[in-house]
Nanobody, 119 residues
Framework: VQLQASGGGLVQSGGSLRLSCAAS????????MGWYRQAPGKERELVAR???????NYADSVKGRFAISRDNAKNSVSLQMNSLKPEDTAVYYC??????????????WGQGTLVTVSS
C-alpha cells in the first residue's frame, strides 16, 4: 500500500494548513488512518488518528486546533490544522493499517511532508 501525502509548507504562527493523504494499491480494508509528526531531535509522535472502532484520538497538544477527517470511499485522510504554533513545526507522516487480503495485514507510512510555522 502506498500513501501519498501533500499539503505541507511554511505558514506564520496562528495560520492554517491542510494536509491530505491518499492510499493506493490492493487494499481489502483500512482499519486506522492517521498522522504522526517528528520534530528535529525528537521522536515521532501521534498527532491524530481515525480508528475503525474507537473515537478519534488526538495528541493533547493539538486538541481544539487540529481536526482529522476520513473519506473511506477514497481511502484518504486529511488533517486540518488551525492556530498553528512554532512548536508544531515538524515533518508530518501519514500512516494507515488494515488488511491487504482477508488474512494479510499491512502498516504503511507516507513519505512525510514538512510543516514549518514561523513566529
Amino acid at each position: 500500500v502506498q500513501l501519498q501525502a501533500s499539503g505541507g509548507g511554511l505558514v506564520q504562527s496562528g495560520g492554517s494548513l491542510r494536509l491530505s493523504c491518499a492510499a493506493s494499491g490492493t487494499i481489502f480494508r483500512i482499519d486506522n488512518m492517521g498522522w504522526y509528526r517528528q520534530a528535529p531531535g525528537k521522536e515521532r509522535e501521534l498527532v491524530a488518528r481515525s480508528t475503525s472502532g474507537d473515537p478519534t484520538n488526538y495528541a493533547d497538544s493539538v486538541k481544539g486546533r487540529f481536526a482529522i477527517s476520513r473519506d473511506n470511499a477514497k481511502n484518504s485522510v486529511s488533517l486540518q490544522m488551525n492556530s498553528l504554533k512554532p512548536e508544531d513545526t515538524a515533518v508530518y507522516y501519514c500512516n494507515a493499517d488494515g488488511l491487504l487480503t482477508s488474512w494479510r495485514s499491512f502498516n504503511s507510512w507516507g513519505q512525510g511532508t514538512l510543516v514549518t510555522v514561523s513566529s
